[in-house]
C-alpha cells in the first residue's frame, strides 16, 4: 500500500522491537551505573517497515519467560531524516487479556491430560493386576521387552 507518493519526497516508516534477553545484561541496566556505556546499547534491535512483523515479534516476545524487557518504537524518516520517533506500548489490559487466554488455555489442556494420564494410569494397574495373577505370561512379557 502507497499511502504517498511524490518521486521529490522519500518517506519511509521503521518499526524497531528493542530486547533485553539476557540476564548480565538486564542487571547492568538495573544496576544505574554505566561505566561500560548506555544502557539502551544492552538491547538486541530488530528493525522492520512493516508493522506486522514487528508486532509479531513483539508479541511473541511479549510472553517468553526468556525476555527481561522489551519496546516497540516508530520511526518516520523524511528525506533521510528521521522526523517522529514515537514509543508504542499496549494497552496493559490487552496484554493482561491475551495472557489470560493463553492461561485459559493451557489450564484446559492440562486438565485434559491429567484426565488421560489417570486413564492410563488405571489400565496400567490392570495390566500388572494381571501379569501378577499369571506369571507365565509375565515371564513372556519380559522377554518381549528384552528383545524389543
Known sequence: MVAYKDSSVDIETKYTVEVVDDKKDWDYICNGVFNHGEPWERYKKHVFSSLDKAMSLYLA????????????????????????????????????????????????????????????????????????????????????????
Do not use: W
Not at 105 to 114: P, T
Not at 115 to 141: I, S, T, W
Open 61 to 148: 516476545l511479549s510472553f517468553s519467560d526468556k525476555v527481561y524487557d522489551i519496546k516497540l518504537f516508530e520511526q518516520i524518516v523524511l528525506n533521510g531524516e528521521i522526523v517522529k520517533e514515537s514509543y508504542l506500548e499496549l494497552d496493559s489490559s490487552l496484554l493482561y487479556s491475551i495472557r489470560g487466554q493463553i492461561n485459559k488455555d493451557m489450564c484446559d489442556q492440562l486438565y485434559r491430560l491429567k484426565d488421560r494420564a489417570a486413564e492410563q494410569e488405571a489400565m496400567l494397574h490392570k495390566h500388572d493386576e494381571f501379569l501378577r495373577k499369571y506369571p507365565h505370561v509375565n515371564d513372556g512379557f519380559k522377554k518381549f521387552l528384552e528383545i524389543s
